[in-house]
Structures are given as structure tokens and as C-alpha cells.
């Protein structure tokens, strides 16, 4: 078919106006959000699926409203399910895109139908592409950092923005600012010469820690504690292989682990017999669920297991307990946990 030129003048008339028809649409039912990273994120009016990039992602969505969330990263076990929203607990496993070879596969994600993705920034690796990618087939891109407590609240008052939620994320900013406050205070009362040494114990021997520097074990001094192991991050995660000889220089008054394995056949372990923790019966179990109180990815379960490990170095200036345990379930993770599931969170 012949398109004469006034024809072809109009039908370019017309496609242009359809194209800003769906801009201006897509505008009106739309609100600006600046992100963490600096990027102007047009999001949608209404919102019902939002899909988390890594688990320190998702978790944080859950404690804003798990009926949003799209999807988990990674498989929940039984035990961490039962103490998860019903909302929450059969979500599909959708991947994502946060280092060690994990990376979703897009054409899944598109199949839950998030109308937003939230990333952890900076991005590593290949995830600038993928975030490209998302952006191109239309999917909304929203960037967070989630390394220190105060990108934490940045966090939930951008998303509560985001999600139409402020009151909720207002009120979790509150308990996060007024426990770190307390912590800040027992910091301040305690000298540094007279803070309780502190090693992390990981892997079935024991010999796998965290730099003083690390992500991981932040929490230590977060509670008021020395980690002995200062050392400079050579990996992400912020964990290195320690020597025998090296553990029993430092001699911790304290032990901290979150491998069930090591804690079993430490105290009749003779390599270990000369450690000041393992002669005080000074070694605790950080407790794991639904999401660990202490290590690994920056979560904000740490300022749980930061006040738990307060208290275990300094009983008495420190105080805390079992209701202060139950009160965060309920308030971030919004379940009521008994007393007989408080003793399974906090047993190997």
C-alpha cells in the first residue's frame, strides 16, 4: 500500500499522541520518589507486589506489610515459617541478584507480577545490567542501602513513603533509634580498656571469624563488646580464617557462634580447654530464626541481637529480657511467640 504524505504526516500525528496519551497516563498514576542512590523512581499509585532483590531486602518489605511481597529469595524452612506472618509463609521462591552465583532468572520474576523491584545498592557484579533490563521492559527500579543502621531508617522512611505506609515505618524507626540509643549509652558508661573480649566462633571447628571491621560482627561492637579479631576485610562478607595459636593469644572472655556443630564438642574439646570462655561456661549460641539475631547480611535483627548481647556482657548494667524478645516478634515481624517457642528460638 501506497502512504501518501499527508497520510503519513497524520499516522505519525496519531502515534505520537497515543505515545503521550500512555506517558501522561502513566504520570497522573504516578508519584516521584528519589531513591538511596539519587534516582527520581516514578512510582506506581497503587501497589500490590513488591519484589526484593536480596534477603536483607525482602525481610525489611515483610516488616512493612508481607502481604506485599511478591516472593522469597531463597527457600524458608519449616522453623522459620512459624514464625512468619501466614501471609508470608507459602510466597513462591523467586531467586535474586545478591553475589555468590545467585542470580534470578527475569522471565520468573515477571511471572509474579511485582509492580515494583527494590534493590540493594550499590549494585555488584552484573546486577547494574539486570537492573537495566527491568527498567527497559517497565518494571520500576528502587534502590536502598542496607549497611549501617542509619541506612536502615533511611530505608524505612523512603519505603514507607513508597509503600503508602509511613505510620508503620515510623514506628519501627522509633524502636531502632531508641535502642540505639540505650546501646549507645552502655557504650559511653563502659571504658574501652574494660569492654568484654569477644570472638566469633563460625564453621564446625570454630577457626572461621569476622574482622573487627565487618559487617557480620558489627553487632559485637555494637553491644559494647571488643572483637579480638582486627583484621582487614578481604571479602564481602567479612569473614577469614583464623589459627588455634591466634585464638588462644587472644584468650576472649567471651565466645559467640552460630553453628550448632562447633557448640556440641567445644567444651570437651582439650584445644580449647585454656580459653578463659570455655573455662566460665562464657559461650552463647546466637539465635537464627526466622533470620539470624547477629551475622551474615546487615539485617534489622541485629538490633535485637545487639541488645541480647548487651546483656550477656554486661548483666548487670544492661537490662533485657524475655518480653523484650516477644515485643520485637510482635512488633517487626508481627507474630506472638509463647514462651515454649521463645526457649526453641534460643536453643541450638
Given at each position: 500500500?501506497?502512504?501518501?504524505?499527508?497520510?503519513?504526516?497524520?499516522?505519525?500525528?496519531?502515534?505520537?499522541?497515543?505515545?503521550?496519551?500512555?506517558?501522561?497516563?502513566?504520570?497522573?498514576?504516578?508519584?516521584?520518589?528519589?531513591?538511596?542512590?539519587?534516582?527520581?523512581?516514578?512510582?506506581?499509585?497503587?501497589?500490590?507486589?513488591?519484589?526484593?532483590?536480596?534477603?536483607?531486602?525482602?525481610?525489611?518489605?515483610?516488616?512493612?506489610?508481607?502481604?506485599?511481597?511478591?516472593?522469597?529469595?531463597?527457600p524458608l524452612s519449616p522453623s522459620q515459617r512459624q514464625y512468619l506472618d501466614p501471609a508470608a509463609r507459602q510466597l513462591p521462591v523467586l531467586g535474586g541478584w545478591f553475589g555468590q552465583g545467585y542470580n534470578a532468572d527475569i522471565g520468573t520474576i515477571l511471572q509474579a507480577h511485582p509492580d515494583l523491584?527494590?534493590?540493594?545498592?550499590?549494585?555488584?557484579?552484573?546486577?547494574?545490567?539486570?537492573?537495566?533490563?527491568?527498567?527497559?521492559?517497565?518494571?520500576?527500579?528502587?534502590?536502598?542501602?542496607?549497611?549501617?543502621?542509619?541506612?536502615?531508617?533511611?530505608?524505612?522512611?523512603?519505603?514507607?513513603?513508597?509503600?503508602?505506609?509511613?505510620?508503620?515505618?515510623?514506628?519501627?524507626?522509633?524502636?531502632?533509634?531508641?535502642?540505639?540509643?540505650?546501646?549507645?549509652?552502655?557504650?559511653?558508661?563502659?571504658?574501652?580498656?574494660?569492654?568484654?573480649?569477644?570472638?566469633?566462633?563460625?564453621?564446625?571447628?570454630?577457626?572461621?571469624?569476622?574482622?573487627?571491621?565487618?559487617?557480620?560482627?558489627?553487632?559485637?561492637?555494637?553491644?559494647?563488646?571488643?572483637?579480638?579479631?582486627?583484621?582487614?576485610?578481604?571479602?564481602?562478607?567479612?569473614?577469614?580464617?583464623?589459627?588455634?595459636?591466634?585464638?588462644?593469644?587472644?584468650?576472649?572472655?567471651?565466645?559467640?557462634?552460630?553453628?550448632?556443630?562447633?557448640?556440641?564438642?567445644?567444651?570437651?574439646?582439650?584445644?580449647?580447654?585454656?580459653?578463659?570462655?570455655?573455662?566460665?561456661?562464657?559461650?552463647?549460641?546466637?539465635?537464627?530464626?526466622?533470620?539470624?539475631?547477629?551475622?551474615?547480611?546487615?539485617?534489622?535483627?541485629?538490633?535485637?541481637?545487639?541488645?541480647?548481647?548487651?546483656?550477656?556482657?554486661?548483666?548487670?548494667?544492661?537490662?533485657?529480657?524475655?518480653?523484650?524478645?516477644?515485643?520485637?516478634?510482635?512488633?517487626?515481624?508481627?507474630?506472638?511467640?509463647?514462651?515454649?517457642?521463645?526457649?526453641?528460638?534460643?536453643?541450638?
Amino acid at each position: 500500500m501506497i502512504v501518501f504524505p499527508k497520510r503519513r504526516r497524520f499516522l505519525g500525528m496519531v502515534i505520537f499522541a497515543v505515545i503521550t496519551s500512555i506517558a501522561l497516563f502513566q504520570t497522573a498514576n504516578a508519584h516521584v520518589v528519589i531513591d538511596m542512590s539519587g534516582e527520581a523512581v516514578n512510582i506506581p499509585q497503587s501497589l500490590h507486589k513488591v519484589f526484593g532483590s536480596a534477603p536483607p531486602v525482602n525481610a525489611l518489605i515483610y516488616t512493612l506489610d508481607p502481604r506485599l511481597l511478591a516472593g522469597w529469595n531463597l527457600p524458608l524452612s519449616p522453623s522459620q515459617r512459624q514464625y512468619l506472618d501466614p501471609a508470608a509463609r507459602q510466597l513462591p521462591v523467586l531467586g535474586g541478584w545478591f553475589g555468590q552465583g545467585y542470580n534470578a532468572d527475569i522471565g520468573t520474576i515477571l511471572q509474579a507480577h511485582p509492580d515494583l523491584i527494590v534493590f540493594w545498592y550499590p549494585y555488584m557484579g552484573l546486577q547494574a545490567s539486570v537492573v537495566s533490563k527491568l527498567r527497559a521492559l517497565g518494571l520500576p527500579v528502587f534502590n536502598i542501602k542496607l549497611h549501617n543502621l542509619t541506612d536502615y531508617m533511611q530505608a524505612y522512611r523512603l519505603l514507607g513513603e513508597v509503600f503508602n505506609k509511613q505510620k508503620r515505618a515510623d514506628k519501627l524507626i522509633h524502636y531502632l533509634s531508641e535502642k540505639n540509643d540505650a546501646l549507645q549509652k552502655l557504650r559511653t558508661r563502659i571504658p574501652e580498656q574494660n569492654r568484654v573480649t569477644v570472638y566469633f566462633a563460625g564453621n564446625p571447628d570454630g577457626l572461621r571469624s569476622g574482622c573487627d571491621e565487618s559487617m557480620p560482627t558489627a553487632t559485637i561492637q555494637w553491644a559494647g563488646g571488643e572483637n579480638v579479631f582486627h583484621c582487614t576485610v578481604n571479602h564481602f562478607q567479612g569473614y577469614q580464617q583464623v589459627s588455634m595459636g591466634q585464638l588462644l593469644r587472644w584468650n576472649p572472655e567471651v565466645i559467640v557462634t552460630d553453628n550448632p556443630i562447633f557448640l556440641s564438642k567445644v567444651y570437651t574439646n582439650p584445644a580449647w580447654a585454656p580459653l578463659q570462655a570455655v573455662q566460665h561456661h562464657r559461650i552463647y549460641y546466637i539465635p537464627q530464626q526466622p533470620f539470624s539475631w547477629f551475622n551474615r547480611l546487615y539485617s534489622f535483627m541485629q538490633i535485637l541481637g545487639a541488645q541480647w548481647l548487651a546483656h550477656k556482657l554486661y548483666p548487670q548494667q544492661f537490662a533485657f529480657n524475655d518480653k523484650d524478645i516477644q515485643h520485637f516478634y510482635q512488633q517487626f515481624l508481627g507474630v506472638k511467640i509463647s514462651d515454649t517457642q521463645l526457649r526453641e528460638i534460643m536453643r541450638p
